[in-house]
């Protein structure tokens, strides 16, 4: 496995977390709210546009237009999901995150053996 090609910025992460999570329901704005609800991180829509277009062209998700709705005027959402490069993507980060965290001393946590 190549893994430098899974290495993600934060906000990367973020967003492909959240996209997995809302699976068929994930577009722009619902993606932000997520980050908002699961974080308390407050991101602009654009920063999630911007990642959303990045991941894909890294082949982490892709993108289809869903039906209209009324509520939207009638125009149709962009909807992601994550592919099957951006399931590895999020399983090497958390493999490595988990492995990393496994090496902190505990003393350096501030718990005691």
Do not use: C, W
């Amino acid at each position: 496995m190549k893994t430098d090609s899974y290495q993600l910025g934060e906000l990367e992460e973020l967003v492909l977390m959240i996209v997995a999570i809302l699976s068929e329901e994930a577009y722009g704005v619902k993606v932000m709210d997520e980050i908002l609800n699961q974080t308390g991180r407050k991101v602009n829509i654009s920063a999630v546009h911007t990642t959303l277009d990045r991941l894909e062209k890294k082949d982490f998700v892709s993108s289809y237009m869903g039906g209209a709705s009324a509520e939207r005027g009638g125009r149709r959402k962009r909807l992601f999901r994550v592919t099957a490069e951006g399931s590895k993507a999020i399983e090497f980060v958390h493999r490595t995150r988990n492995a990393l965290y496994q090496q902190i001393p505990k003393t350096s946590l501030g718990f005691t053996q």
